[in-house]
């Protein structure tokens, strides 16, 4: 059942004072910053995924097997931990 215009205002005026009382646990309410901490996870895992294509390439041109295979696992690790990270966004 929708909300009459009435409960409307009144809910949009007690979220402004909630944000002008606290706008920490406002913005928490809100998820802005859980939003912006599984971006930043994402990112980093992206930047990890490649340095591991950086090692990967590196065992490959100077034939050490154990290198490229350790980036297959770097990558194969940060992909899976930026995937958690973005379908954990509320």
Known sequence: MPLSEEELRLLEQMERALSEEDPKFASTLRGSTL?????????LAGLVFFGGIALLMTGAVTEMIPVAVCGFVVMLASATYALSALRSRP
């Open 35 to 43: 939003r912006r901490a599984a971006r930043q996870r994402a990112i």
